[in-house]
């Protein structure tokens, strides 16, 4: 056999390889999406759209295997429920805090006025029976009412040993601000300020979650929890938040860079989020305590509302202490909480 052969027979053999390695790579990845579909039940209308759904989820596995191998980091990402949708959609569908001034202090003073110089070094409001299951806000912008009815239910516990899941969707009817409200997105504060007009916001079970606004039902508002007021942490003080959030759950906005950063959150997996977030969009969780992991990193424990699937069982943990003003993601940046 010439030389040529031998050439061109190698050149073949290598090609029908790399194809027959793309063609099963391909393949798996298939596969892999249709387990995800049975694993999330996820429902197409039509082949042109489980094909596009397909193509990215192909570009989020891919995402998602490029950061896990790119080195020593203190968090992975995952495959999720939102492993098929593009980060514009997620993000317009996924977040709903509007972005606004500094906060004033309204019907309260500051837990910084207070005598609580003491913290312990580790905290966690879920052990102390402070916090309610895991919620999914769904295709619906209204981040802020999970926000601060996450915030409240930890105060009512606090205060009455009570713990009782609240109604999101009251919020998302009846408190409007400017135009803004419901699915639209808006802000803890307002939320707080309609609960104490309202004198108290009802239970899950009496308002449901529906994913979508509807038309106020003032029938539905019966065993009403309330609130006397509501403040602010001081802005850019991680120390005012860590003594805010070892009193209750404090309520806080995380800002998110475009694409990259923004595709952290989207499949965000597990450990300390370490990353500069920027501030191209604004989400709304809540903090219920905070720690230090095995790797010597402070963090801060945030509950948040895209469900148990997401995350730590629905829940992230942010890097806090940080050499940023505002903290890390700008979480120190708009804290409030409420009061009974």
């Given at each position: 056999?010439?030389?040529i052969?031998?050439?061109l027979?190698?050149?073949?053999?290598?090609l029908?390889?790399?194809s027959?390695s793309?063609?099963f790579h391909?393949s798996a990845?298939?596969?892999?999406?249709?387990q995800?579909i049975?694993?999330?039940g996820?429902?197409?209308?039509?082949?042109?759209?489980?094909?596009?759904?397909?193509?990215?989820?192909?570009?989020?596995?891919?995402?998602?295997?490029?950061?896990?191998?790119g080195?020593?980091?203190?968090?992975?990402?995952?495959?999720?429920?939102?492993?098929?949708?593009?980060?514009?959609?997620?993000?317009?569908?996924?977040?709903?805090y509007k972005?606004?001034?500094?906060?004033?202090m309204?019907q309260?003073?500051s837990?910084?006025?207070?005598?609580?110089?003491?913290?312990?070094?580790?905290?966690d409001?879920?052990?102390?029976?402070?916090?309610?299951?895991?919620?999914?806000?769904?295709q619906?912008g209204?981040?802020?009412?999970?926000?601060?009815v996450?915030?409240?239910?930890?105060?009512?516990?606090i205060k009455?040993?009570n713990?009782?899941?609240?109604?999101?969707q009251?919020?998302?009817?009846?408190?409007?601000?400017?135009?803004?409200?419901?699915c639209?997105?808006?802000?803890?504060?307002?939320?707080?300020?309609?609960?104490i007009?309202?004198?108290?916001?009802?239970t899950?079970?009496?308002?449901p979650?529906?994913?979508?606004q509807?038309t106020?039902?003032?029938?539905?508002?019966?065993n009403?929890?309330?609130?006397?007021?509501y403040?602010?942490?001081p802005?850019?003080?991680e120390?005012?938040?860590?003594?805010?959030?070892?009193?209750?759950?404090?309520?806080?906005v995380?800002?998110g860079?475009?694409?990259?950063?923004g595709?952290?959150?989207?499949?965000?997996?597990?450990?300390?989020?370490?990353?500069?977030?920027?501030?191209?969009?604004?989400?709304?969780?809540?903090?219920v305590?905070y720690?230090?992991s095995?790797?010597?990193?402070n963090y801060?424990l945030?509950?948040?509302?895209?469900g148990?699937?997401?995350?730590?069982?629905?829940?992230?943990?942010?890097?806090?202490?940080v050499?940023?003003?505002?903290?890390?993601?700008?979480?120190a940046?708009e804290?409030?909480y409420?009061?009974?």
């Amino acid at each position: 056999m010439s030389f040529i052969h031998v050439f061109l027979f190698f050149i073949f053999g290598t090609l029908a390889s790399i194809s027959m390695s793309r063609t099963f790579h391909e393949s798996a990845i298939v596969d892999k999406h249709e387990q995800w579909i049975v694993d999330y039940g996820r429902k197409y209308e039509s082949k042109l759209q489980k094909e596009k759904g397909l193509n990215i989820f192909k570009e989020n596995l891919n995402y998602i295997e490029s950061f896990n191998n790119g080195g020593n980091r203190s968090f992975k990402l995952g495959l999720n429920e939102f492993a098929d949708m593009t980060y514009d959609e997620f993000i317009a569908t996924h977040t709903g805090y509007k972005m606004q001034g500094n906060l004033t202090m309204s019907q309260s003073t500051s837990l910084m006025d207070e005598n609580f110089t003491d913290v312990p070094t580790n905290f966690d409001w879920r052990k102390k029976g402070a916090v309610t299951h895991i919620k999914s806000q769904g295709q619906c912008g209204c981040c802020w009412t999970f926000s601060a009815v996450a915030a409240v239910e930890g105060i009512v516990q606090i205060k009455t040993g009570n713990l009782i899941s609240l109604s999101e969707q009251q919020l998302v009817d009846c408190s409007k601000n400017g135009g803004y409200g419901g699915c639209q997105g808006g802000w803890m504060t307002d939320a707080f300020e309609y609960i104490i007009q309202n004198q108290g916001i009802t239970t899950e079970e009496s308002y449901p979650y529906q994913q979508m606004q509807e038309t106020c039902d003032t029938g539905k508002q019966i065993n009403k929890v309330s609130i006397t007021g509501y403040g602010t942490v001081p802005e850019k003080n991680e120390e005012a938040l860590l003594k805010a959030v070892a009193k209750q759950p404090v309520s806080v906005v995380i800002r998110g860079h475009s694409y990259s950063y923004g595709k952290y959150f989207q499949l965000y997996k597990g450990g300390v989020f370490t990353e500069d977030c920027g501030s191209s969009f604004a989400h709304a969780v809540t903090i219920v305590g905070y720690g230090k992991s095995e790797e010597g990193l402070n963090y801060w424990l945030v509950k948040n509302s895209w469900g148990e699937t997401w995350g730590e069982n629905g829940y992230i943990r942010i890097q806090r202490d940080v050499n940023t003003p505002g903290g890390l993601c700008g979480i120190a940046m708009e804290a409030s909480y409420p009061i009974i």
